[in-house]
């Protein structure tokens, strides 16, 4: 049960797009269509923003898109706003009824 | 609406015992897997144990097993954790979770949670 591998911290300016990597293993990531993301701005709590690797749930913006490549996971916001600034955690299967959180990403808005 | 809200947590010393509970309203409890996740003061998210919608199996993470129970009551939609032998370590806000839809493993609504402090 090791945590998937997050950056410590990204930035970008308003508009630009950045990109959050999710680093797991064949076990958990790369095995299973089960990678969730979730934001979390200080004192709150987690909310939901993509499920099943690529699915955005409704009144999550369309900015926020997942991806895949391998054991690797990818949350992209593009068209940055102030109000994106917050955590990032990203969320994986690993079999056998267990979950692994990411360390988790502070996204910083310049 | 969707409203998971934890309560039990409190300070306790190392080796005591607290247990916490989550309840929920805005859904049809009993049909839904439920789920605690914790987060250590300035730390990330750590998922600990989750429950099936009937009771009967649970699942732990390695850090909490065998001294972390989980456990709910349909008839009261409420979930809930037994805190055993607590360590230092155990000192986070506890978190509720939904889960999204059967067969899914990621979690759709949050309770704002409860903390737990466990120190002498």
């Known amino acids: 049960q090791s945590a998937l591998t997050q950056p410590r911290s990204v930035s970008g300016s308003p508009g630009q797009s950045v990109t959050i990597s999710c680093t797991g293993t064949?076990?958990?990531?790369?095995?299973?269509?089960?990678v969730s993301w979730y934001q979390q701005h200080p004192g709150k709590a987690p909310k939901f923003m993509i499920y099943?690797?690529?699915k955005r749930p409704s009144g999550v913006p369309d900015r926020f898109s997942g991806s895949r490549s391998g054991n690797t996971a990818s949350l992209t916001i593009s068209g940055l706003q102030a109000e994106d600034e917050a955590d990032y955690y990203c969320?994986?299967?690993?079999?056998?009824?267990?979950?692994?959180f990411g360390g988790g990403t502070k996204v910083t808005v310049l | 609406e969707v409203q998971l809200v934890e309560s039990g947590g409190g300070l306790v010393q190392p080796g005591g015992s607290l247990r916490l509970s989550c309840a929920a309203s805005?859904?049809?409890?009993?049909?839904?897997?439920m789920h605690w996740v914790r987060q250590a003061p300035g730390k990330g998210l750590v998922w600990v144990s989750r429950?099936?919608?009937?009771?009967?199996?649970?699942s732990y993470a390695d850090s909490v097993k065998g001294r972390f129970t989980i456990s709910r009551d349909n008839a009261k939609n409420t979930l809930y954790l037994q805190l055993n032998s607590l360590r230092a370590e155990d000192t986070a806000v506890y978190y509720c979770?939904?889960?999204?839809?059967?067969?899914?493993?990621?979690?759709?609504?949050w309770g704002q949670g409860t903390l737990v402090t466990v120190s002498s």
């Open positions: 979770a939904k889960r999204g839809a059967p067969n899914e493993y990621y979690f759709d609504s």
């Open positions: 805005g859904f049809t409890f009993s049909s839904y897997w």
């Open positions: 429950v099936d919608s009937d009771g009967i199996t649970t």
């Open positions: 064949s076990s958990d990531v790369g095995a299973y269509n089960s």
């Open positions: 099943d690797v690529t």
């Open positions: 969320c994986s299967y690993a079999g056998s009824h267990i979950l692994v």
